[in-house]
């Protein structure tokens, strides 16, 4: 591991600075040194720092305290906890245990000794380290906060966010050195990385060839009370407001009769642009140019969210998952926002599945050291609110695998078993199954002919698998099992082979037929089939288990990588409303295509142009409701009227106002046809203006963003989703 070696350097803080009369040895031989109170700037303005290490700001360390001189040992550690599972590469230093097993070791000393030991905050790590950085970085170690972004202004000693994903991790690089430009960037004292506090491996049926959870942290410790300083806002983890009432998502268009409808999913930016043109837009740092292997599930509510990897190429470590909604009852994409982040780590494969109420979002950390099968979290309020992470304790053989990669299908089978996809090597795809909801996992020992294998559960039992990289004849395999995936027969479909920057995938739908969808033609390394006369898109449906197919040509589609039309990396999923959704990554720009299981059916002309099939279907709203939702104290969360277009669909019409706990304005905005008009706002709980759009009638909107403090932080106007060239200006907060 990069630079492991030098964690067997001590911090040689100069005892000039402290006075030699002050440090100690504790009761287990570890020599406490005296950190001097003080202040620094806090982050980094060097141009390759990381976005998460600004901005810059001065903190005050207002108390000293006593820091271990190395890391905690092996031995010191299993003074603790005798049986621990640690990882041996790393030793004298103690490496490999969850943040909660840090923490209780602090908790243990303290007992032990009757004084206070716990980990170091973020700033005080960063405070120490600057003292002697070429000896303390190398080896990683947990920090007491929770990862979050950097607040603006002064702040004296900061603890960090009240919740996250992730426990601040510092000192080294996480992810396989190979996948860092510049591995030196990541050995600042200012860089940051985290790790979900219970990534540690399972000690039952702990396997040395698969040492899933097996990391190379540790910790150091500190000697001295924690700062009462209030903990800042929490992180963004929750997807903005979020509407709760789920009896309105049936609503939709006539099922009898034919709906199609075309949308851009993504916003340029972030999609296809610059660093400096994000930035400058007034969108998150973390949001990236490339942004691709989308995930896609209509919410319990009926919203339809979609998370895609966000990146400037898809193996560096900074990769992390950004999300985006269609709100039930709006026409429009909302702008993407970061979501998922492991920093330092490459986060990786989203895939978002719905089982009744809860919502799975399942990816990997296919680079990190120790890194499971798959990662996931769920959510059981239409994704409004999440999770800690969940790791897998995998049980049983493993036969050969690849990097965290799931796919885009999930399966539960009348025994309730589920069966996560995920790629195997080579052309190959396997199944990750729990018997027990998710308490174990074993894989079903079967490979499928075919890489990113999506799958369907037919009416007898039996698994069928479509995927790419393989091709028989030209033509796209298919994998059927008749054991749970043990063992797979091949055979031959009518679609074309597919191969890189193209992913089919597969759905049984409600009705009980199986729909699909893909290409025509392959991106390149196959010859396509002579039989094929058709180029661009389809999407076909089989009435008798996938035996036969009838397969219609999708209008609107646009090219990607390659020459010639595409879907790219395709999700479908069916709403509550029976309306089909499509989206695809890899497009110029990414898109979503709805339908109704008629339209699939139908031999009726779709016109195949964008001015057609983007246009609102509804031209009226009839029957206007209003409707509230509350806190659980019963004040007021949301209020806002809707009715059905006289196309059927739910849309929102007139005034909608999100509060926040407090009572104050959250958000406002006017829907007319469930489309934006006049003004929204959003504000921060103290009540100064965050962001602000202005629609105007020429389809053309401006956004405004501020900073916490009131300053204006950038301003741009958009139309159809994409920035007009030369509308944007950004703001820099002072010292930027």
Not at 391 to 409: A, D, E, L
């Amino acid at each position: 591991m990069l630079l492991a070696c030098l964690a067997a350097w001590p911090i040689a803080l100069a005892a000039a600075a402290f006075g030699t009369d002050q440090e100690f040895v504790n009761s287990i031989g570890m020599k406490m040194l005296p950190i001097p109170a003080g202040s620094f700037d806090m982050g980094s303005t060097r141009p390759s720092a990381n976005f998460d290490e600004q901005p810059v700001h001065h903190v005050t360390i207002s108390h000293p305290f006593y820091l271990s001189q190395t890391p905690v040992t092996v031995e010191q550690f299993r003074q603790f906890k005798s049986d621990a599972l640690l990882n041996d590469q790393y030793a004298p230093y103690a490496a490999g245990m969850s943040w909660h097993d840090a923490e209780a070791f602090c908790a243990w000393l303290s007992t032990k000794e009757h004084k206070t030991y716990r980990l170091p905050t973020e700033a005080e790590w960063e405070y120490a380290c600057r003292r002697d950085p070429q000896k303390m970085l190398g080896f990683r170690q947990w920090c007491y906060d929770w990862y979050s972004r950097y607040l603006l202004g002064d702040q004296t000693d900061p603890v960090g966010s009240p919740e996250g994903l992730c426990k601040v991790v510092r000192g080294g690089p996480l992810d396989e050195p190979s996948k860092y430009s510049k591995p030196e960037d990541y050995l600042q004292p200012s860089s940051r990385e985290g790790l979900a506090p219970d990534f540690a491996p399972y000690r039952d049926g702990f396997d040395p060839a698969h040492p899933y959870g097996l990391h190379g942290v540790g910790f150091r410790i500190v000697q001295a009370d924690l700062p009462s300083t209030p903990e800042r806002l929490a992180a963004i983890y929750p997807l903005r407001a979020v509407h709760q009432l789920t009896a309105l998502a049936t609503i939709g268009p006539d099922p009898n009769k034919p709906y199609f409808r075309k949308r851009r999913m993504l916003w340029m930016p972030p999609d296809d642009a610059s660093d400096e043109a994000i930035r400058h837009a007034g969108l998150d740092p973390s949001l990236r140019n490339h942004n691709h292997s989308p995930a896609m599930e209509v919410m319990p509510n009926g919203d339809v969210l979609t998370v895609m990897y966000t990146s400037h190429n898809e193996y560096e470590p900074q990769v992390s998952l950004m999300a985006s909604r269609l709100p039930f009852g709006a026409d429009q994409w909302g702008m993407p926002s970061p979501f998922v982040d492991t920093p330092g780590a490459n986060d990786h494969a989203p895939l978002l599945w719905r089982d009744g109420p809860v919502v799975y979002l399942f990816w990997g950390n296919p680079y990190l050291e120790g890194h499971f099968p798959f990662n996931y979290i769920t959510s059981r309020n239409s994704g409004a609110r999440w999770s800690s992470e969940f790791f897998p304790q995998v049980i049983g053989p493993i036969g050969p695998t690849t990097r965290p990669q799931p796919i885009n299908t999930v399966l539960r089978d009348r025994d309730g078993t589920i069966y996560l996809p995920c790629d195997a090597p080579g052309a190959h795809s396997m199944l990750w199954a729990t018997s027990d909801d998710g308490k174990t996992w074993h894989e079903t020992g079967g490979r499928t002919d075919g890489r990113h294998g999506t799958f369907v559960l037919l009416h007898n039992g039996d698994f069928l698998a479509l995927g790419r990289g393989s091709n028989i004849d030209g033509y796209m395999p298919q994998s059927l099992s008749h054991d749970h995936g043990k063992s797979y027969v091949i055979s031959k479909t009518p679609f074309c082979a597919l191969n890189s920057a193209q992913r089919p995938c597969i759905l049984r739908l409600r009705s009980g037929n199986i729909i699909c969808c893909g290409d025509y033609q392959p991106s390149k390394g196959t010859t396509k089939p002579i039989e094929i006369k058709e180029s661009g898109c389809y999407i076909a449906i089989s009435q008798d288990e996938g035996k036969t197919w009838r397969i219609k040509t999708l209008p609107g589609t646009q090219k990607g990588h390659h020459d010639s039309d595409t879907l790219g990396y395709s999700v479908l999923r069916q709403g509550p409303n029976g309306l089909i959704h499509l989206v695809t990554s890899l497009t110029h720009p990414a898109l979503h295509f709805e339908m109704n299981e008629a339209w699939i059916w139908s031999d009726e002309a779709t016109p195949n142009d964008d001015a057609h099939l983007m246009a609102n279907t509804a031209t009226e709203v009839r029957d206007v409701q209003s409707y509230t939702e509350n806190y659980p104290d019963g004040s007021p969360h949301i209020t806002y009227s809707a009715g059905i277009g006289n196309d059927g669909r739910f849309l929102l019409e007139g005034t909608e106002t999100w509060f926040y706990p407090n009572g104050a304005k959250q958000r406002e905005t006017q829907y007319h046809l469930g489309q934006e008009i006049g003004t929204e706002s959003d504000w921060y709980m103290w009540g100064q203006l965050s962001t602000q759009w202005r629609y105007n009638p020429d389809g053309t909107s401006q956004w405004t963003t501020w900073w916490p403090n009131g300053r204006k932080r950038a301003q741009s106007t958009w139309k159809n989703l994409e920035l007009i060239p030369g509308s944007d200006q950004f703001y820099a907060y002072p010292g930027q």
